[in-house]
């Protein structure tokens, strides 16, 4: 298993929790001792705005370090990071990445930009987790092919569930075409009201469908007034509410994260020749 691992929190259909997962599972690894990166690579910039960054502030984002691969320039990698105050690191992103995105169209090895670039930093973290934007194109791509492997979060309801599909079909071809080795960490129920009989039946769907051959994981994130709340407050669940079902779930999920990446661990024999 490799000293760090990429993580791409993935689905196209939006409103599903990705941004709040990946602020708040990063936050969470960080509080067990990890070092983590978290990489902002969608245009719209939710995951700078959520740790408190104004996007538009930055002169070096993270459609810099990808026009900079495509271009072979030789700058820093390190520059453009920001250390947030919760003890995790950041690459944030703006606008000027929608730009990106059409410019890599024509790149050469396009899919490879992102991949290259993390390779240069990756070695001085434990994770790094990628934001990706609600949608299939050539920046989630980069990210499939960046990443060792994916987190899905799939609100409990019929429409988010239903998505999947196409995301299962677009990492089966990543596979077959840029990155073999992309795995499937697991399906994360988020944003779970277990009062309704919506909710309920929804995630006994997605159980015994996908149950059988992908990990669901045990951690589910609860329907909650104070996630909501604080994508607008530039801070993680664990610093607007420590003691919120949201922060207990998210703290939940790290240890999860954690345990089956150990598991994995004791199984892999490193290559000593």
């Known amino acids: 298993m490799p000293n760090c691992k990429v993580i791409a929190i993935c689905n196209q259909k939006g409103g599903v929790g990705k941004t709040t997962t990946t602020v708040n599972l990063g936050v969470a690894l960080a509080t067990e001792g990890k070092r983590v990166l978290l990489v902002d690579a969608d245009p719209q910039g939710d995951l700078t705005t959520c740790l408190g960054y104004n996007a538009d502030d930055f002169n070096v984002t993270l459609a810099d370090k990808m026009v900079d691969v495509v271009r072979e320039e030789r700058s820093d990698p390190y520059r453009g990071i920001v250390q947030h105050p919760e003890k995790v690191d950041l690459l944030p992103s703006n606008m000027d990445l929608e730009s990106t995105e059409n410019y890599l169209v024509t790149a050469m090895s396009r899919e490879n930009v992102l991949k290259t670039y993390l390779n240069k930093v990756k070695h001085g973290y434990d994770y790094v987790l990628i934001d990706c934007r609600p949608s299939l194109g050539m920046l989630t791509l980069n990210a499939l092919t960046a990443a060792d492997s994916v987190i899905i979060p799939v609100q409990a309801q019929y429409l988010s569930a239903k998505a999947m599909t196409q995301l299962f079909q677009t ?85 999860e994260v954690l345990s089956i990446d150990k598991q994995k661990e004791r199984f892999f024999t490193p290559d000593v020749r």
């Open 171 to 255: 990492v089966e071809k990543i596979r077959s075409h840029t990155n073999p080795e992309l795995a499937i960490d697991g399906i994360l129920l988020t944003i779970v009201d277990n009062r309704t009989n919506l909710a309920k039946s929804t995630v006994e769907t997605i159980r015994r469908n996908f149950g059988n051959y992908l990990r669901i994981y045990n951690t589910q994130i609860p329907i909650a007034v104070k996630a909501a709340e604080v994508a607008s407050k530039g801070k993680s669940i664990f610093a607007y509410e420590p003691n919120s079902k949201a922060a207990i779930a998210y703290a939940e999920l790290a240890k």
